[in-house]
């Protein structure tokens, strides 16, 4: 679907309105602000998405006929929050191993035993031993 086709739908639409049009500092992140003007609901739809899918199911998503498509999938995994449509295919293997739970090196057969880690030194232990010395 063109973008002119999208704002003359909402134009046209009784319940929708467009609120404004946003431009994001990264590239493929712009987004339109839609407001349902029965409801109040308001939507941010990126314009790829715009691109991707026909009205029909962009005014049914907006109307409430139809649930949602998840646009913008954004996990934290390294510190900070990113979006996974940015990542690199070896990156997402990563977030659906950690999501199955499943932290095993593949093509490997090692049966790593973990020991337990030393009991950790009280500081008067610590200080009656530099004392000692």
């Known amino acids: 679907m063109k973008l002119e086709d999208f704002l ?3 134009q046209s639409h009784d319940q929708l309105s467009c609120a404004g049009v946003v431009s994001a500092d990264q590239p493929g ?13 308001r939507f941010k739809v990126l314009v790829t998405t715009i691109l991707d899918q ?14 949602a498509i998840v646009m913008d999938h954004v996990t934290r995994i390294v ?9 690199n295919k070896s990156k997402v293997g990563e977030l659906h191993d950690r ?5 095993r090196v593949s093509g490997t ?7 337990p880690l030393p009991a950790p030194v009280r500081a008067t232990e610590s200080a009656a031993a530099c004392a000692a010395v």
């Open 8 to 10: 003359s739908g909402i």
């Open 29 to 41: 992140d712009d987004f339109l602000l839609v407001t349902g003007r029965t409801t109040g609901a």
């Open 54 to 67: 026909p009205w029909a199911v962009l005014e049914g998503i907006l109307t409430g006929k139809r649930n």
């Open 79 to 87: 510190g900070y929050y990113s979006k996974v449509r940015n990542w």
């Open 99 to 103: 999501q199955a739970g499943n932290y």
């Open 109 to 115: 057969d090692w049966d790593v035993d973990e020991e």
